[in-house]
Every structure is written in C-alpha cells, then in structure tokens.
C-alpha cells in the first residue's frame, strides 16, 4: 500500500509541476548516417565526444560544432573524455588510443583482442576496458599500462567505473552483475533477468543495469535492489547521475526515458531511428542521446530533476503526515472510548484474536480490491502508460466514449443482455425450486436438488466450447435437430452471422437454471413458515393462489440479491463473449467490457480501460440503488 501511494503522490506532483523537455533538432548530425557506438560528455559540460560506426571519433562543441575527427582502424567502441581536454578512444582494431585536446595521438597500446568497452575517471588516472571474448576486466593507468585483471567466471559483457573511481561495476554473459570496491573486492553479484545490454554507477555505489528483456534495474552498494524501470523495447544504453538519484535509459525503438531510483518515470521522448547511446551532462542539468541514425541530441532536463527532487520530499513529506495524522485519530479514538465507552475497549481486548485473525483477510482486501480500484478511479483522469510519462486530460476518456463507435454499439448489445439475462437469472430457476418445492417426498427433493448442483462441477470454459460445437454450421447439433424437424438446412453459421450472433449467445446455457438461483429461490421457499402455507389452504387458497400471494411476496429478498448479482455479472462480463465469437463478427456482440479488456490488453490505453471500468462501476452503483430503494422486502 505504501508503494501504490508513494506512486500516486509521486505521479500526481510530476504533473502538477514538471514541465517535459523538448527534443530539439539533433545538435550533429552524420553525413553516412551511420551508428553513433559511444559517447561521453566532458567534466565541465561544454564538450561531447562520439564514437561511430565508420572508425572515427569525433569531438564537438556544447552546440555541436565539430572540433576535430580521429579516425582509427576500424569501429570505435569507446570514448571517454578527460577534464585536460584529451581523449581516451578503444577501437575494434584492437587499440586503445590518448588524443590531446587538439585532435594528435599521444600514444596507443595494442590489447591483441578487440576492446568492447572503455569507461575512465575524469582524471584519466584510472580507466577499464573490457576484450572480445573475455573473462577479464583490465584496470589501466594514466599511461595505458595494465595495473591490475579482475577475471569473472564467465565471459565480461559490460564494465562501469563511478565518476569518482571508488566502484566499478560489471555484467557478464551469465546474467549477473557485479560490483567491486576501490580496493577490487566483490560486494556482491545479482542475477538478473535478461541478458545485460549496459551497465553504470553513481558515486555512491548505486548501479543501473539495462536488460534486453526491456528492463533497468537498480541497485544499492549493499545489493538491494531499489526499483525497475520498464521499457517500452529492448534497453540498449543506461546512463546515472553522479549522486545516483535518478537514471536515464534508452530502447531500441528510439525512447528515451529519466526515471528516479524507485524506477518512476519523470519523463520520457522519442526520436526517429534506435537510442543507441545516452549520457547525463556531469551536473545532471543535460541529457544527450544518439541514435543509430547517426544524430546527437540535447535535452534540458534540469528542471525535470530538480521537480522530481520536490516530489520526492513532498511524498515523503505527505506519506510522514499521513502517518502521523492516522497515529493521532487512533489515539484520540482511543482516548475517547477510554472515557466515555470503557466497556466497548473491553469487548475488543477479548476478542483481539479473532481480530488478529482477520487482519490478514482485510489486508488481502485492502491490497488486491481497493487499491487497484482507488487505482482506475484515479488513472480514468489520465492518459495513462504503465513504465512511461502520464499525463491528466481530466474527463477527456469519458467524452472519448460518447464518440467510440465500440462503446456505443457495445451499450444496445449490453441493453439486450441486461433484459434477457435477468429473465433467464430469474424466471427458469424460480419454476424449478417451486417443482422441487411442490415434490411430496422429502427425499424426492433431495435426489433433484443433488442432480442439478452436481452440474456445477462443469467448468463454464467447457460448457461454452460444447455451446460453440453445437451452433457449428457443418456438424453442430442445432443445424442437426432443425434440419430433422424440417425448420431449416445445414450450413447457417448462427454465431457468424451478425444478425443471429447475440441470439445465438442469448441461446446459450438453455434451460437457463443458474445453480446459485436455483439454491437461492429453493431457500427462500423453505424458509417460508409451514403454518403460513397451511393457513392459506384452510381459506381454500390453491397451489396457484398461494404461489402469487404467499412465495412472490416472501421472495422479495431473494430477486432484490439476484437482481444485484445477474447486474454485475452481465455488465462486467466479457469472458463468454471473449471465448465464444471475440466480439465478432463486425461489432455484432461487443459489450463495454470487451472494449475495456482489448483497450488494456491489446492497446495499452490504460487510461481509457480505467474510464470504462469507473463507468461500469456508476452504472452498476445507480441500478443498485434503485433496486434497493424500489424493491421492498418482508424486512424493509
């Protein structure tokens, strides 16, 4: 429950105050339009170095202005710029370079394998670098000069330092990420889900590790794991702020997300082409992006941060106020019933183990029925994407269902069910609880009370799937019995045929003697007392008269809780249909509900499923009330 208010608070604040940054035109652009494989900003922010696809590495301005171009052998893997302005460049020619702030080599060292991946402190005193093919991550001086091999169990995939050198974090091919301390030891490694695309860390200890299974997780320096972010497409690149308070991620499909560390979206942009790359500005003020398209883009996403900063303490803030304000109502409740209904404390204290032994059953209910529900009433009000951006447009999902040609449609089908259904929930089990009523022997009753609720043991998924065989045009047992009395001719598809497809549905389940019904009605005319029925047939009242006068009115309570329950199951229902014809065919048997399942499933239009299902709820909360209000019981 804390995290579910923790989100709604969080996302609520997020769209009240941050304002989403613009993607721009890109800052650079490549003539080849080729993959830009690496990037990396400079310690002060006024630089960006990129590493591509055609063998160069290329140095530009904060604006984009290009300074100068090193071309090595073959695709550059790696870049990392250094505060003095120079630059650390691995290649897939199996070298890694120094480039001074003007563009020259200053030295280069062969590694005889291809180097995967380079990450260095500003300082440049300390970097790694991870091999084709390897199990070892290599740790390098300022000079290039191997000074120490960490070897894995399994081949090396990625490998982090933090900005300030203390941690470095490693994933492998086996699916565990890693964390060493400054002093190289393990602190830990997790299994994770997915093989490991990227992988960095914050001065703190604080990793992201991106997952082609379209997740980033992250974890503490302990090995906790602190939230998931999910995306929308494989994560290709994952990037954190230096103080480890929020992560950006990029996904094949061209988005790009900044989340906080609970794994909260705080905004999210898409640009043509795969994210191939992202990078926060060392200050956390700017995001950079490169796409396999060959563009570099910029993004001002300071103020997202420092709003997500504001909504974080104002969660906390609230979730600390809220507590405390439940801990004063319980004590001033208790005080109160300490002095004037002592006698109330009592009762409670003994019975406190049948409450302790209830408190799990209401904290199931509270978590898995009203808070997802608070949750649709909620998200109705909003465009909402789970794992990306929500944004409030208020009622604009309930005007969108007076449009929806689904929704409209799907309402006269839902008025028909609602007619027919409580005609069969009613009518076929009231006639045969009176039969089994009216039989004179005892066990007679119970011999066809048994037989009809031995049926219950059928599983409705079967019953629908032998219903579908037998409107079957070809060989179905429909076409069969009205060919033979000469009513018809095979080949008619009932549940084809638009015009017959909701009948045919209807049809379905024929007699129409509901289990619950029936065991509801036949209790309701046991309960009667024998004295009244006796009574009635001494004044020379017959089996008609005494039904009409005796059971109908006594029976009240009984329609007034099947009324309730057939309304909630046909409006809410779209499984038979679902199974059956799939809404089909056209639009002939679609209910609201069906369009709320495809609207959650097949479209992700969350917010939309939410309105629907809120508006079921009033529809179902209205007839409820005019039932209870208009139906009167022996008890009113």
Known sequence: MRRMTSYLLAVTLLLLFAQAAHASQPIWEMEQKLTIKSLSISEDGEAVAVGTQNASAILLGQDGTQKFEFLAKNVVTGVALLSDGQLLV???????????????????????????????????????????????????????????????????????????????????????????????????KVPLSGDIVSIAAADNGTIVIGTSNNKAFLYTSEGALKGTLTTKDKV?????????????????????????????????????????????????????????????????VGAVLEKGKQAEFAQKALLVSAIAAVILLLAGLYIWLRKKKPHILQRLWKSKTAYLMLLPSFTLIIIFLYIPSFSGLFHSLYDWKPGARSEFIGLAN??????????????????????????????????????????????????????????????????????QDMFDPNI????????????????????????????????????????LQLLVMYSGLIAIPEEVIEAARIDGARSWRIIRSIHLPLLAGQFKLLIVLSLIGIIQDFGSILIVTGGGPADSTYVPAL????????????????????SMFVIILIITIINMKFIKTNTD
């Open 90 to 188: 691995s290649s897939d020619d199996r070298h890694l370079y120094r480039i001074d702030a003007g563009g020259k080599e200053v030295w280069n060292k062969d590694f005889k394998k291809m180097i995967k991946t380079l990450s260095a402190t500003a300082d440049g005193q300390l970097a790694v670098i991870t091999l084709y093919n390897t199990n070892v991550i290599y740790l390098l001086d300022g000079a290039g000069e191997v000074v120490q091999e960490l070897p894995l169990e399994i081949t090396v995939k990625n490998a982090a330092l933090s900005p300030n050198g203390e941690w470095l974090a490693a994933g492998a091919a086996n699916q565990y990420g890693y964390l060493f301390n400054q002093a190289s030891d393990q602190q830990y």
């Open 236 to 300: 290709t690149s994952v990037d954190i702020t230096k103080d480890g308070q929020f992560i950006a991620v990029a996904d094949y499909s061209g988005n790009y997300y900044v989340a906080n560390t609970d794994g909260k979206p705080l905004w999210t942009t898409k640009e043509t082409g795969a994210g191939q790359q992202i990078r926060f500005s060392h200050d956390g003020n700017r995001l950079y992006a490169a796409s396999d398209k060959g563009a570099v883009f910029q993004y001002a």
């Open 398 to 467: 309930f005007k969108r269902m007076l449009s929806d040609p689904y929704v409209t449609k799907g309402a006269g089908n839902l008025l028909i069910l609602i007619v027919t259904g409580l005609f069969k929930a009613l009518i076929p089990p009231l006639i045969v609880a009176e039969l089994i009523y009216h039989l004179r022997s005892k066990k007679s009753q119970y011999i066809f009370r048994t037989a009809f609720v031995i049926s219950m043991v059928i599983p409705s998924v079967g019953m629908l799937l032998i219903w």
């Open 476 to 515: 179905g047992l429909i076409n069969q019995l009205l060919h033979t009395i000469g009513l018809g001719s095979f080949g008619h598809a009932w549940l084809g045929d638009p015009k017959t497809a909701l009948w045919a549905l209807i049809l379905i389940g024929f007699p129409f003697v509901g289990i």
């Open 595 to 614: 369009q709320m399942y495809f609207a959650a499933t097949k479209f992700n239009d969350m917010g939309y499923a939410s309105a629907l299902g809120v």
